[in-house]
Nanobody, 123 residues
Framework: QVQLVESGGGLVQAGGSLRLSCAASGRTISSYHMGWFRQAPGEERKFVAAISASGGSTYYTDSVKGRFTISRETAKSTVYLQMNILKPEDTAVYYC????????????????WGQGTQVTVSS
């Protein structure tokens, strides 16, 4: 089992920055691919970014490319999502996810999830 706990969400003005953290416990996550998803009210959960187990590959949804950066610090079993130039449309609950087999943009294919952290961007 892998337990994931997100933190770092909050209220920020458009153009501002936030850094989300996802702390993992249980099994070591060094062998797990890690991802971030988000869910706005009334919408489905959507892929934001993912990083491979080795950290050598990263993937982003088009709307956040150039603004968000996913990274991992294996020694601390933590994954980060640095979010810059935030926009009101980035407002959502952000979830951290882990998966052993592969990365995917499909939420149902990820095995472990955190409880989420709210990000609100005001205009």
């Amino acid at each position: 089992q892998v337990q994931l706990v997100e933190s770092g969400g909050g209220l920020v003005q458009a153009g501002g920055s936030l850094r989300l953290s996802c702390a993992a416990s249980g099994r070591t996550i060094s062998s797990y691919h890690m991802g971030w998803f988000r869910q706005a009210p009334g919408e489905e959960r959507k892929f934001v970014a993912a990083i491979s187990a080795s950290g050598g590959s990263t993937y982003y949804t088009d709307s956040v490319k150039g603004r968000f950066t996913i990274s991992r610090e294996t020694a601390k079993s933590t994954v980060y999502l640095q979010m810059n130039i935030l926009k009101p449309e980035d407002t959502a609950v952000y979830y951290c996810a882990a998966n052993y087999v592969r990365m995917s943009t499909t939420p149902n294919l990820w095995s472990y999830w955190g409880q989420g952290t709210q990000v609100t961007v005001s205009s």
